[in-house]
């Protein structure tokens, strides 16, 4: 369904579990999950400039504001939340303004975004950078490139069915939308979280594979400020755990919640 411009997709009954995809997903990056939260309502958003949605935001912190907006007008105002990469910075930063209505947080792969000024406006810059090439160049083109990137390097190992399952869900995104998602929502626009997260007191479970080292590096100083955390490094995994391990993905989160 479609609420204020943004794709929901409602499965279930139960306690509610909101889910931020990454960049270039969208609902269907948790189209595995429901087997493993029986129980649970499942609320499925696509994030602006991705899937159905057809919302335009100017800032990640307006992005913020619509999903509470959206979550209000579905009634949804006590919930759990996980995301993944960017749909992991997006919860982040949704927990800093509204941590009244989130009960736990999932964090896949996510950062709390850059702390120096400098180092900002360079990630700015790249995403500017890309984000004109997405618009300069045929989408199968983008696609090409992206799913080779380092960061994505383990998944050369997955099923040819798995890889195929990824590469539409990101063939079925549009040029415009990528690129003014990294404009307006990529990483070296949003603003620092890592002051905030001693004052994040929720339980949250950080999530990162074995062979992302980068973001093993960022999660642990994570885990280290938050109060109230728990972090699990999967083995035989990257930057995609929910891809590249989704049993043991969809076991530690139903654990999680469980407890």
Same mark, same amino acid.
């Given at each position: 369904?479609?609420?204020?411009? /943004?794709?929901?997709?409602?499965i279930g009954d139960g306690d509610p579990i909101v889910f931020f995809h990454g960049f270039t997903g969208s609902v269907q990056t948790w189209s595995f999950i429901r087997e493993y939260l029986p129980g649970y309502e499942l609320i499925?958003?696509?994030l602006p400039g991705h899937g159905k949605s057809m919302a335009k935001v100017d800032s990640l912190q307006a992005c913020c504001h619509d999903l509470q907006q959206v979550?209000?007008?579905l009634q949804i105002t006590s919930f759990h939340l996980v995301g /993944?990469?960017? =749909? =992991?910075?997006?919860?982040?930063?949704?927990?800093?303004?509204?941590?009244?209505?989130?009960?736990s947080l999932v964090l896949?792969?996510?950062?709390?975004g850059l702390q120096d000024r400098e180092e900002r406006q360079q990630r700015k810059q790249k995403d500017q950078e890309l984000a004109a090439y997405i618009r300069q160049?045929?989408?199968?083109?983008?696609v090409d490139k992206w799913e080779n990137i380092a960061l994505f390097a383990s998944q050369k190992s997955l099923s040819a069915e798995k890889k195929q399952q990824v590469r539409e869900e990101r063939l079925?995104?549009?040029?415009? =939308?990528?690129?003014?998602s990294l404009e307006t929502m990529g990483t070296g626009t949003m603003p620092s979280c890592w002051s905030y997260l001693p004052e994040l007191e929720l339980p949250v479970f950080l999530i990162t594979g074995e062979w992302d080292q980068k973001f093993i590096m960022i999660n642990q100083q994570m885990h280290e400020r938050l109060p109230n955390s728990s972090f699990q490094v999967v083995k035989r995994a990257g930057h995609a755990v929910h891809v590249e391990q989704a049993v043991f993905f969809g076991?530690?989160?139903?654990?999680?919640f469980a407890v």
């Open positions: 369904m479609l609420i204020n411009q /943004y794709w929901v997709e409602r499925l958003i696509d979550l209000m007008e /993944y990469s960017m =749909g =992991g910075r997006t919860a982040l930063l949704f927990a800093s303004y509204f941590p009244g209505m989130i009960k896949e792969s996510a950062s709390p160049h045929p989408l199968q083109t983008f079925a995104q549009s040029r415009s =939308g990528l690129a003014t076991t530690m989160v139903k654990e999680f």
